[in-house]
């Protein structure tokens, strides 16, 4: 059965203080990894799509990096407008996406 | 631009009526996607759409919850009989892409709360 594992729950980080994000998968041929943030009471808004190990890509202070069995997502100098939960999504061959639970971070200035 | 809207923000049903959520999407999207989200959990996928063509409807919990687009561009999740486990926050996502690209890169909308009494 495919899973997606996000860790830690939630992460409280000071200002500036850089740390990452891990998403554990398994699935049955990984179609693409997507990382959304989702602020309280609003949708997930999208941040990056990852389609092969060993990719990366960057948006301001956001990382995320792919390998077969895992994502990870670093925060670089965080700022307390990074508060947010961040959620991974896996795509497997069958087309049934499936969203990890989420990670809560909080930024303390 | 106007992004994905969603229609009511909040619904309060008694168990046993009927609800009607409605999702308006960016238009041209050809895409469209419902998902459920309890509290403290990732969304579920519910339901897909290509136009008006429903691709995969397999995440449906029940036949109670029915899904439709008839024009290819607004649409509505209707579920029947609610119950309490149906208390939950419904989401609508709407991309540009079809097939493996509807995946990526979907845009949101708020969100329709439901708490069914």
């Known amino acids: 059965e495919d899973q997606v594992t996000q860790s830690p729950e939630a992460l409280r980080l000071q200002e500036g203080e850089s740390s990452s994000l891990n998403c554990s998968y398994t699935v049955s041929g990984l179609r693409g990894l997507f990382w959304y943030r989702q602020d309280p009471g609003k949708g997930p808004e999208f941040l990056f799509t990852?389609?092969?190990a060993g990719e990366e890509k960057e948006k301001e202070r956001l990382k995320a990096t792919l390998t077969k069995k895992e994502s990870f997502l670093h925060i670089t100098a965080p700022k307390p407008e990074d508060s947010a939960t961040y959620l991974c999504a896996v795509l497997p061959w069958d087309y049934k996406l499936s969203f990890g639970a989420g990670t809560t971070v909080t930024v303390r200035a | 631009g106007a992004g994905v809207s969603q229609s009511p923000r909040y619904k309060v049903a008694k168990r046993g009526q009927d609800v009607a959520l409605r999702c308006d999407p960016i238009s041209g999207h050809v895409s469209l996607f419902w998902y459920q989200q309890a509290l403290g959990q990732g969304p579920e996928f519910l339901t897909y759409f290509q136009n008006e063509a429903q691709l995969d409807k397999s995440g449906l919990p029940s036949d109670r919850f029915f899904a439709e687009r008839p024009e290819g561009s607004v649409s509505t999740l209707k579920i029947q009989r609610t119950q309490q486990e149906d208390s939950a926050v419904y989401l609508c996502?709407?991309?540009?892409?079809?097939?493996?690209?509807?995946?990526?890169?979907?845009?949101f909308g708020p969100g329709t709360r439901l708490t069914v009494l």
């Open positions: 990852l389609y092969s």
């Open positions: 996502a709407s991309s540009l892409g079809r097939n493996r690209g509807a995946y990526n890169e979907q845009f």
